[in-house]
């Protein structure tokens, strides 16, 4: 599906994140090692991990998303730790820009947890029997 190597933007920075957690109230998933916290909804969204909206999403290591199509586009950036899925890997840093339609199932990788920024407009439809294998 190539759709993202012309999407993939690495930030040449010197990029230097501090990632702290204080006050906030990560939500678990029903897949084990994966949390979120909502930062915003989309406007008459209904709230939740597959509604339209801003979120982090934090994966510890070896632990992954299930499969699932973006309803909208998906915007991610890379806070800390990293991730790979079926077109790549990507690390603290890295912007992507995932098209409607697309599908991935992202994967933590590494030894510290990946901690992802995510903006998913119109959400998200985790695809059945979806596991979490990038």
Same mark, same amino acid.
């Given at each position: 599906m190539g759709y993202l190597a012309d999407m993939e933007v690495h930030l040449q920075t010197g990029l230097d994140l501090a990632v702290t957690s204080v006050g906030v109230t990560w939500r #678990? $998933?029903?897949s084990p090692g994966v949390?979120?916290?909502l930062l915003? $909804? &989309?406007a008459g969204a209904a709230g939740g991990a597959a509604a339209g909206g801003t979120v982090l999403i934090r994966m510890d290591p070896g632990c992954g998303y299930p499969a699932h199509?973006? =309803?909208g586009? #998906? &915007?991610v950036l890379? =806070?800390? %730790?990293?991730?790979?899925?079926a077109e790549g890997e990507y690390r603290a840093g890295d912007y992507l820009r995932y098209p409607p339609g697309s599908v991935h199932a992202p994967v933590a990788i590494g030894d510290v947890p990946c901690l992802l920024f995510a903006t998913a407009r119109d %959400?998200? #439809?985790v695809l059945p029997g979806g596991g979490a294998s990038g």
């Open positions: #678990e $998933t029903s949390s979120w916290c915003a $909804t &989309e199509r973006h =309803l586009v #998906e &915007e890379v =806070l800390a %730790g990293g991730y790979r899925d %959400g998200i #439809e």
